[in-house]
């Protein structure tokens, strides 16, 4: 029978099939990152006559060989939508399937969703989308700040909560002073023979100050032996003032670490500015010489690997003990001839400088001052006063004694605040300690517990309590949802690359697997050394708020199926034709 028939149908068959395919494709032209599939035809086998012509080919047909993924430009829908990613290059997201497969996707349309506590992204189909690392992405949520609380606390109503006390048997109090006199007194004459105006309160020269505590390293106070010597302090307001009491803190100050007292004040010198806190170097010690040596890189000789000082090269060699060597602002482990010891990775092992840690105050440099040619003073100030009966107390003294609760007290709320009306009574307040003391200080603010629920506070950190001495609770932990902190997400999500992304399988609801042809995903990221550090560096943007649409080109497209269905009449045709003459055969007689 003549192979015409074989012809026509072959061509048919693989017409139709393409006609699918630019159907499919016609489908898609919505779709999230859908990529054009185009069909890739092959001639059929070939019979070889040798007669009457040498070489004489006769072929079958056609059908698809294959079917390829046209990464052609699409362009980028912006949909100011944060849970939106597009990736500007040839990448795929990864995700994790309800059987724990990973598959890729150009779909970024993302959600986030909850299970069993921890906030999930998820893709369009409820798949885990995955990190670099492949590991699924926790959800981070930006902190809930003490000013969205503030701002939505109904005074009025916590101003009833809040109790207010009388006192009895007051004692051991801590008194910030206030100076009202007159400001200054006469000194020597000037030039013109004029007396001149010495600043009073004067700093006293030989204050006799000395740093106590358990810790020498950290002494909890600082004394005063001179008769009539005052610590100046100064409060979040700029306010200064004096004070007996000694007790240290370190504060945070303008980006910096400066003493501080017990209240949170800054203790001033005697030229009324705040004393910044120095801290010596970290040693081996402070970090802990197991926990250093467990970063070691050591060889089957037990040798530790160093960096060679004149050559750069990684050798091996004997240590013994480690020591700790500053570069720049940070601190390395290096061996006792300063070669930098590194850790199974080559890199140089830092000893964390905890800048702020008590542990590495230098204590005797805020009593003395260093340096040979320093004027020879106290840096912590001290100071005397002419007429002492000019200080003043003010509202931030702390009472220990016995409460009374007083609800005939009047309470009076002024903006994002309470007084008193009566001036003998007292708000009580529980310190970190647990204590509870007694105060006029009405400069309220809120502080998160730790169950993490929102409490009334002083700005010195107290929790004010109610009449029935418990906390005033002003928001419960759920009440105020913390946004999701869109920008570690977008860092977050991997993105990852392909040897040969034509040779992906497409196996449905947007999404690829990996096959031989195409090779296996690589994170489309590099290590890269940025100021000294080696830090992992995106090759792709990730674009949010944006989605990556459908390139297909529904004009190449339909000019495609009008193709298409034109080779399947013709081929049709070769089949009826073949039957004609098929049929002419039959009725030879």
Sequence with gaps: MNISFHTGKSAMIAQAKALNIYG???????????????????????????????????????????????????????????????????????????????NYTRDGAFGITQLDGEWYLVSSSGEFVLDYEKNRIIVPFEEISKGDVRGRIDWEAVGEQIGAFTLNDVD?????????????VEGEPDEEGNPTEVPDPAPVEDAGLQMTGSDAEAPSSAVVTTANGYFAVMDDYGNVKYTHDGQ????????????????????????????????????????????????????ENDQVAVRDLETGEIVFKAVNNFEVQQDGKKFYV???????????????????????????????????????????????????????????????????????ADGNIEKIVEGSGVRLGDADAFFAVEGADGTVRYTRNAHFDVLQGEDGAWYLATNEGEYILGADNQRIMVAEAEQYTPNVDWAELTEMVGVFEFPNPYGIEAWGTNRYVETDRSGAAVAARELRNVDGEDVWVPTMDKLTGTLIVSNVDLATQMVKLIETQRAYQISSRVVTTSDELARIANNLR
């Design 248 to 299: 240290l803190s370190i504060q945070r100050y303008q980006g910096k670490w400066y003493l501080g007292s017990s209240e949170g004040e800054l203790i001033l010198d005697n030229d009324l500015n705040p004393i910044p806190v120095t801290f010596r170097a970290p040693t081996i010690e402070d970090v802990g010489e197991d926990v250093i040596d467990g970063q070691v890189q050591r060889d």
């Design 334 to 404: 290096v061996s006792p001839d300063g070669e930098y010891v590194l850790d199974s990775s080559n890199r140089r092992i830092e000893v964390p400088s905890r800048d702020g840690d008590y542990y590495s105050v230098n204590w005797d440099d805020l009593v003395t001052p260093a340096g040979e040619d320093e004027e020879e003073r106290q840096i912590i100030g001290v100071f005397q006063f002419a007429n002492p009966t000019d200080l003043s107390t003010d509202d931030r003294t702390r009472y220990e004694g016995t409460g009374v």
């Design 24 to 102: 499919n494709n016609i489908a898609n032209v919505n779709t999230v990152g859908y990529q054009t599939i185009r069909p890739s035809f092959a001639d059929c086998i070939y019979d070889v006559e040798r007669e009457p012509q040498p070489d004489w080919q006769t072929g079958h047909g056609t059908y698809i060989q294959k079917t390829d993924l046209m990464f052609s430009e699409s362009h980028f829908e912006y949909t100011d939508r944060p849970q939106d990613f597009a990736i500007a290059g040839e990448g795929f997201f990864a995700v994790e399937d309800r059987w724990g497969d990973v």
């Design 172 to 184: 051991n109090q801590r008194v910030r002073y206030i100076y009202n006199g007159a400001g200054t």
